[in-house]
C-alpha cells in the first residue's frame, strides 16, 4: 500500500480531532508529486530542539482514530540519535505504546544513561498534555569487526512484477465502506507492494506470513539517521497482521480490536529506504487476547539489514 492502513499502529491512540475532508471513491486527478509526498514524510521526522535533551515534533493525521504508532516510534529514535554522535548508529531499540495519543504535537525527552567507550544508552520518553504516551530504550555502538553471518532472504517475486498495494485497494473502493475508503485510498511517502494478495473485505484463513517490498517514493536525504528512523515508522506498516491471517481477520473489519503493546527492532547493516527493501512477516503465536509477529528486512542484493518484533491486543467482539 501506498499509505499505512491502520496498522497495530498503537492502536489504542485516540485522536481528538477532525475527520478527513472528502471520501475518495476513485483516483484523484491531481495528486501530490512524488517529492513532495517524501518530503512530509522527512519533515515528520525533524524534530524541534527545546533545549536540555527535549524536542517537540508535529503529528501526522492519515485518516486513523489516532496518531500512527510508526510515527512515535520513529520520531523517538530520532530524538534519541540528535543526542549521539553520527559515529554510534543504533543498534537496537525496544519500546512500549502506554496511553492514548492525539493528531497534536509531541514532546519527547531524551535521558542520557550511559556514555561508555562502545555502547550509549538513551531512554526517551514521549508526553501529550503531561501524559507520558510512549517509553522507548535505544542503544547505540561505534563500529566495530567481528564474526557475521545472516538468515538468507527467501525467493519472492520482484516488486516491478507486483502492484501497490494502493492501486490494489482502488480496486476495492466500490466494495469499502465510508470509514475505511477515507484512510485506505490516500497516497503516501512510502509504497508498499504485498506479494500474497489478501481480500481486505474477505480475507480466507492462511499460514501467519506475509512479504511486502516497500521504498519511499522519491530519494530521501543522505542522512542514515533518517533511513533508520523511516524504517522504524515503516516496521510498524501490517506488522500485527500476520497474527491475524491464520484468522480470516484484517483491519478492515469493524468488529476487530487490535492495539500495538510494544515493538522492538535490532539494525544489522546500513540499508536505503528509497532502494526497495523486502519485509518478510510471520506470527509465531496468539493466544490470551494478544499475538506475536516477527519481521525481516533485507536489501534487494539479500543482506539482512533489520528485524522486529512487537506483540499486540487482538480482540474480536461478539
Known sequence: MNDPLPTAASAPLIASNGA?????????????????????????????????????AQSQNIGTPAVFGGQVLGQALMAASLTVGAERPVHSMHAYFLLPGEHAPIDYTVD????????TTRHVVARQQERVIFEMSASFQTVDDGVEHQSAMPERPAPESLRSDLDRRFDLADRMPERLRVKALRPHGLEFRSVEHDDLLAPVPRAPERSVWMRAVAPLPD???????????????????????????????????????????????????DDWLLYVMDSPSAGGGRGLSRGSVFSRDGRLVASMAQEGMVRVKA
Open 20 to 56: 478527513p475532508d472528502t471520501v475518495p471513491t476513485s483516483a484523484p486527478s491531481v495528486l501530490p508529486t512524488p517529492a513532495a509526498l517524501v518530503d512530509r514524510l522527512v519533515a515528520l521526522m525533524r524534530l524541534e530542539p527545546l533545549g536540555d535533551d527535549h524536542f517537540r
Open 112 to 119: 542520557r544513561v550511559r556514555d561508555g567507550r562502545s555502547f
Open 223 to 273: 542522512d542514515p539517521v533518517m533511513h533508520r528512523a523511516l524504517l522504524a515508522y515503516a516496521s510498524d506498516h501490517g506488522l500485527l497482521g500476520a497474527a491475524l491471517l491464520p484468522h480470516g481477520l484484517s483491519y478492515a473489519q469493524p468488529r476487530l480490536r487490535l492495539a500495538s503493546l510494544d515493538h522492538a527492532m535490532w539494525f544489522h547493516r546500513d540499508f536505503r529506504l
